[in-house]
């Protein structure tokens, strides 16, 4: 069974629109991440929630709206999609809420292409 | 900004060698982990060092940590085309707890 699952695993939409991405982890863990990977593999935390509260909104714009229904999903809602929009979204999971010094479980990721 | 950067960007070898990976990170840490990404896949958690170990081992995979230079490594001992991937090594920022910061990867082929 696979551990964090995010869909739809590609998103080709125009600029302007609003998108949603789920995930789900199957982990039991506490903690769940969104990170963004640009065209050059770098990869930059969004957001961190713990128990569905918020722990860390990495100055990601407000267009960009994580909803936790419970611990295990954290989905991502985009509103009105910009070019530079277009990357690579993974979530994540880890048991400790202190991110940095537990292991993270990473999905598959969700390419994100605006025209 | 604490930041980890690994050391090659890329690097190709052949089969059956050993491939060494750094990376070298700005402030004081407990501890730092190194993550896999095959392309188009997610990462994939290797190996977590703390800050009082200077050597760890996992399988193909051995990992140092100097603090004292800010630095860490990660070798694969005999390597396989299958190991071919992208390499992270990530610091909590902070030094201790906080999110992860990841470096930009080291991108490794390894030709059959």
């Known amino acids: 069974d696979t551990a964090v699952s995010q869909t739809p695993k590609y998103l080709v939409t125009q600029m302007g629109n609003d998108k949603s991405i789920k995930c789900e982890q199957n982990l039991g863990h506490d903690t769940m991440y969104w990170y963004k990977q640009d065209s050059k593999k770098f990869l930059k935390i969004m957001f961190s929630y713990n128990n569905k509260e918020l722990i860390i909104n990495e100055t990601v714009p407000n267009r960009f709206s994580p909803k936790s229904p419970d611990k295990a999903h954290l989905n991502l809602h985009i509103n009105s999609l910009e070019l530079g929009d277009s990357a690579v979204y993974f979530c994540?999971?880890?048991?400790?809420?202190?991110?940095?010094?537990?292991?993270?479980?990473f999905g598959p990721g969700t390419r994100l292409t605006v025209l | 900004s604490q930041q980890g950067e690994e050391d090659p960007q890329a690097l190709s070898i052949q089969e059956g060698e050993n491939a060494t990976m750094n990376c070298s990170y700005k402030t004081s840490i407990n501890n730092l982990q190194w993550y896999r990404q095959n392309s188009g896949r997610g990462l994939v958690h290797l190996i977590l060092?703390?800050?009082?170990?200077r050597e760890k081992h996992s399988g193909r995979l051995r990992v140092t940590l100097d603090t004292s230079k800010k630095s860490s490594s990660l070798l694969i001992t005999a390597s396989r085309a299958a190991d071919t991937a992208s390499y992270f090594c990530?610091?909590?920022?902070?030094?201790?707890?906080?999110?992860?910061?990841f470096g930009k990867g080291t991108k490794l082929s390894v030709k059959p």
């Open positions: 994540a999971s880890s048991q400790d809420p202190a991110g940095g010094a537990d292991t993270q479980y």
């Open positions: 990530a610091t909590p920022r902070g030094g201790s707890q906080g999110n992860l910061i």
């Open positions: 060092i703390r800050s009082n170990e």
